[in-house]
């Protein structure tokens, strides 16, 4: 069964930075589109930022020119660089094989926590 294990959250100031990582227990990773969802308390869990296998990414308007997904396909491993933390950025962060805006292919990690004091 895979597991995804998503880890580098903690609690920084407004404007910070951090870098997350999420590693997968197979090659689930080498093909397919992945991403890095994030559920906020209260709401939904949704798609923040993609890459697809050839590279390409997207990012929600919410964090586009702040954050950068990228991948290192060989270490089945996925990033996501997280710079000008604003507070509503707080959420919990899982990554997942995209399969639409909130679901993922597989089972969810347990995740990790991000939380931005303003």
């Known amino acids: 069964q895979v597991q995804l294990v998503e880890s580098g959250g903690g609690l920084v100031q407004a404007g910070g930075s951090l870098r997350l990582s999420c590693a997968a227990s197979?090659?689930?990773?080498?093909?397919?589109?992945v991403g890095w969802y994030r559920q906020a308390p209260g709401k939904q869990r949704e798609l923040v930022a993609s890459?697809?296998?050839?590279?390409?990414?997207n990012y929600a308007d919410s964090v586009k020119g702040r954050f950068t997904i990228s991948r290192d396909n060989a270490k089945n491993t996925v990033y996501l660089q997280m710079n000008s933390l604003k507070f509503e950025d707080t959420a919990v962060y899982y990554c997942?094989?995209?399969?639409?805006?909130?679901?993922?292919?597989?089972?969810w990690g347990q995740g990790t926590r991000v939380t931005v004091s303003s």
């Open positions: 997942n094989v995209v399969l639409s805006k909130y679901l993922g292919g597989y089972d």
């Open positions: 197979g090659s689930i990773f080498r093909f397919n589109t």
């Open positions: 890459i697809t296998g050839a590279g390409s990414t």
